[in-house]
């Protein structure tokens, strides 16, 4: 059983930065696709960046382009955002969620398999 647990969310000023991780277990196959969402208050969830190690594509979305990296450790089995420059509309739960054996050209919720519970990024004005 696929399970994910996202960390490092948290409270900080505009501006600022943190780093997001997605602990993964029970991958079977090494042609997992990560990808982080997030849901602010009142709003639908959005991709926001996605990591396939099918073929080492990544995606971004255009908001976050040149602020948010996603990378991936596979030594500890997680795949990180780190999240610079944060904004007070970046303020949302974010997930991570599992797929399999896709190049990450855009991101949607529909065709992830398994998510995570989340972790809450507060950015401050």
């Known amino acids: 059983e696929v399970q994910l647990v996202e960390s490092g969310g948290g409270l900080v000023q505009a501006g600022g930065a943190l780093r997001l991780s997605c602990e993964a277990s029970g991958f079977s196959r090494d042609d997992y696709v990560i990808g982080w969402f997030r849901q602010a208050p009142g709003k639908e969830r959005e991709g926001v960046s996605c990591f396939s190690n099918l073929d080492g594509t990544t995606y971004y979305t255009n908001s976050v382009k040149g602020r948010f990296t996603i990378t991936r450790d596979n030594t500890k089995n997680t795949v990180y955002l780190k999240m610079n420059s944060l904004k007070p509309e970046d303020t949302a739960v974010y997930y991570c969620?599992?797929?399999?054996?896709?190049?990450?050209?855009?991101?949607?919720?529909?065709?992830?398999?398994?998510w995570g519970k989340g972790t809450l990024v507060t950015v401050s004005s």
């Open positions: 969620a599992a797929a399999w054996s896709f190049p990450c050209t855009v991101v949607r919720s529909g065709a992830m398999d398994s």
